[in-house]
Each structure stands twice: as C-alpha cells, then as structure tokens.
C-alpha cells in the first residue's frame, strides 16, 4: 500500500466511486468536493482530479492545492472532461502532471498514477503489469475451460511462474501487490496476490528454485474449483449466508477433481488444490484432516491465502493493514503453524 492521503476531488461521488475503490486498493483514498480545504488535508501523496476544469470552482480548488507549500511537486492526475487542446492547456496550467480522459478505465487511472508517484520506476511496474496480465489471462483460460468441463491443461500457467518469479525478483512484493490491486479483473486478483505472496516467502525462506516453481504453480491454481461454484455467489457483494458458503467450500473437492482427470499434474498441486483449507487442529474443510497429516506445501498456501483474504477489500468489509492481518494468523495458534507464520511476517516486513 502506498504512504499517504490518495485525494480525489470530484463533483460528482457516484460517478467517481468505482475509481475511488480503485485508488482504495493501492492506498488510502479520501473522496472529497472541489470545496475542500486543502489545509484540513494533511499527508498527501497524491491527488486525482475528476472534474470539469473550466468551471470556476474546480479552478478555485487547484489554484488553493497550488497555494500550499507542500503542493509543489505533488502528483497530480486530471481525468479530462473535455478533450480539446484549450482543456489541456488549462490542466497543464493548473498544475496537473498528467491528463486521461475521464472515461478511463479505474485501473488505467490508478496505474498511471503508480507511475507518476515513482516515475523512475515505470519499466518495473510496466514489467510487473504485463506479468500480471499474462497470468490473469493464463487463469481467465483455465477457468472457461473448467467451466465448460473440459479437459484441464496447466501448460499456459506453467509459462506464467518463471515471468513471476522473475517480477518478484526484479521489482520486489509492494509493487506485485500493487500491480494487481489496479487490475481491473477481480476474479483472479486472490489467486494472484497469494501467488506473489507465495514467491516471496519462498524466496525468503531459501527454497530452491524447483520448490519456489512449484508452491506458485499451486497458488494460482488453488482456487481453480470456484469456475464451478455458481457465478452469483463469486459476485455476491455481500457476505454469504450459511447456505451459499456451504457451497462455497465445494470449491476445494470441485478443484481436485478437475485437475485429477489430468495424469500431469504435480500431486503436491492437489494436494494444495484440496486442503488449502485445513486447519492443524481439525477444523478445516474438506476432510479435516490435523497435525502430520498436513502438508508443508499445504501449510505454506494457507497462511499466504489468510493473509490476502485479510487485506483484500471487499464491498462489505476493509481491507485489513499487513499489522493487522499478522496479528490475525499469530493469534490462529494451534490452526496454523507459528513457526511459518513468524517467518511469513519477516518475508512481507523484508519486502516493505
């Protein structure tokens, strides 16, 4: 997450709120009117313009941002209402870094403004963002076939791992994170958080090469059982009832059975693929397995999936700080191993 106040300044908050959830899931994101004052506003990082600039209030509210002494240099990214050259001018006069129009989609706008907050690091997010979208691509795939109960092939996420790993390596986790928080293909966000999750406490802990390869194959294919839990409860905007999540825990025996009609797959895959749930005393799903009979690989996966579930914001609850959601797993003792959790906290602190 980033440090500092995201603001954006809109006159119109139900146009702007798919945008403002998107700035949400990179950093602290305050909506406020072309009214504000500006000196209430400390901590700033950046700012987002969705207004019309030829209007005198709107001009108002960036002429006051200008006033301010730690106004200079700030980031700031116009959404244009107005495409002519005039409309242009006047952002550029105003103080704006950079313009898109205000049609943009929520994910193009947070990733431009990635990349204004940290200009000199466009290629590793553009290096991150185009792994990123190759891997949602991968994964879109492999679930319309799921979908349509064909026969499973993991080749196009097996070519996705290195180019993972190789991101994590060359850019590190924040940017990982933070990469597909923009992305605007919500499906796959989990699966991809927990891979790059999973990458990093690989690379932490010292596993080889093999080993690393191997529990990132596993998380962006552990939840490969949702393409057949029925479509209106991945979308659910709420949480789910005692009925929808019953049949959401399906997921993990859906998944093991879809991958087991292939002979190819990797049996420490599902075994990740069906117990990602488990719990070491028994009170995981599906067969409540505990203790020995509980992978490392299984271990591994499942403290990287609590801890994305945890700062993932959802429409009905948000997105907890990485303090908070370490202090969530530390206090599941006995559910998970503490020995994994003290080093998973290292490997995500190590990464900023």
Not at 89 to 105: D, I, K, N
Not at 135 to 153: M, N, T
Not at 190 to 218: D, K, N, T, Y
């Amino acid at each position: 997450m980033l440090d500092g106040l995201i603001v954006l300044v809109s006159d119109g908050p139900k146009r702007s709120a798919a945008l403002a959830d998107g700035l949400g899931l990179v950093g602290r994101c305050e909506v406020v009117s072309p009214d504000i004052r500006w000196d209430k506003l400390p901590g700033v990082s950046a700012v987002v313009t969705d207004l019309d600039l030829t209007r005198a209030n709107a001009m108002t509210c960036l002429l006051a941002l200008q006033r301010q002494a730690w106004g200079a240099g700030l980031p700031i990214l116009c959404l244009s209402h107005r495409s002519s050259d005039r409309a242009l001018r006047q952002a550029r006069m105003l103080g704006a870094s950079a313009c898109l129009p205000v049609y943009a989609e929520p994910h193009v706008v947070v990733t431009a403004l990635l990349n204004l907050i940290n200009p000199a690091e466009g290629s590793l997010n553009a290096s991150a963002r185009q792994c990123a979208e190759r891997a949602a691509a991968a994964l879109e795939g492999l679930f319309g076939v799921a979908e349509a109960s064909r026969f499973i092939d993991l080749q196009a996420v097996d070519g996705c791992v290195d180019p993972l790993l190789s991101a994590l390596r060359d850019g590190g986790l924040a940017r990982w994170l933070n990469t597909i928080r923009a992305h605007d293909n919500a499906t796959y966000q989990h699966s991809l958080v927990v891979a790059g999750l999973a990458a990093q406490f690989a690379s932490h802990i010292g596993f080889p090469e093999a080993q690393r390869q191997r529990l990132v194959r596993a998380a962006l294919v552990h939840d490969i059982g949702k393409s057949r839990v029925p479509r209106r409860l991945l979308l659910k905007r709420g949480p789910l009832d005692s009925e929808e999540a019953a049949v959401m825990r399906t997921h993990t025996v859906l998944g093991f059975k879809l991958l087991s009609a292939s002979a190819t797959v990797d049996p420490a895959i599902l075994d990740a693929v069906r117990h990602h749930h488990e719990m070491l005393d028994g009170s995981g799903y599906p067969d409540g397995l505990s203790g020995d009979a509980i992978s490392d690989v299984v271990r591994f996966l499942t403290i990287c999936d609590v801890y994305a579930a945890l700062t993932e914001r959802r429409s009905y609850k948000p997105a907890m700080s990485s303090a908070e959601a370490l202090q969530v797993l530390h206090g599941m003792s006995g559910r998970v191993e503490p020995r994994f959790v003290h080093a998973f906290g290292k490997a995500v602190a190590q990464a900023g």
